[in-house]
């Protein structure tokens, strides 16, 4: 009679764990992108009600705001959180965003490099309606792999 073999060989096992070390390699940057957009999507929501303010500002007095307090924010950093450290409305006097111009300043988000870096949010102003366009390839400096899909190329309107 002649043994069987059980279980599996050196080589075999050897080929598993290559296997399982190639997809961990592709999955942990990929998964870490998916945590740093995940975070940077709170900065939409609190972009939404500054944006409100901004709108009803503009809707009373018939022109954008050029300050937090003209729109009915606190100062910027009122809205500070564990992503972001800054909301400001600009003046449109310097640089080349126009007034009522939402600024959202991130703080370090994981090991991804947003400290320092903004979104920015641009209303345009067509007709009796404000248009909102977040663009991160303009004005803002936020990394485009961390933006939400929603910020690369649209725009809405309030």
């Known amino acids: 009679m002649r043994m069987r073999q059980k279980g599996f060989t050196l080589i075999e096992l050897m080929i598993v764990v290559a296997i399982i070390g190639i997809l961990a390699a592709v999955a942990v940057p990929a998964y870490s992108d998916y945590t740093v957009r995940a975070k940077v999507t709170e900065a939409l929501t609190a972009a939404g009600a500054a944006k409100t303010s901004v709108a009803d500002y503009y809707y009373a007095n018939g022109e954008l705001p050029t300050s937090n307090a003209e729109a009915g924010l606190a100062t910027g950093t009122t809205y500070?959180?564990?992503?972001?450290?800054?909301?400001?409305?600009?003046?449109?006097?310097?640089?080349?965003?126009?007034?009522?111009?939402?600024?959202?300043?991130?703080?370090?988000?994981?090991?991804?490099?947003?400290s320092g870096k903004t979104l920015n949010f641009l209303p345009t102003v067509q007709g009796n309606s404000l248009t909102w366009s977040c663009d991160v390839t303009g004005t803002g400096d936020l990394p485009a792999q961390y933006a939400p899909a929603s910020c690369r190329s649209t725009s809405t309107t309030q």
């Open 80 to 114: 500070a959180t564990d992503v972001i450290s800054d909301i400001t409305v600009k003046s449109g006097d310097v640089g080349d965003d126009p007034a009522g111009t939402i600024v959202i300043g991130f703080q370090q988000i994981g090991s991804a490099s947003t």
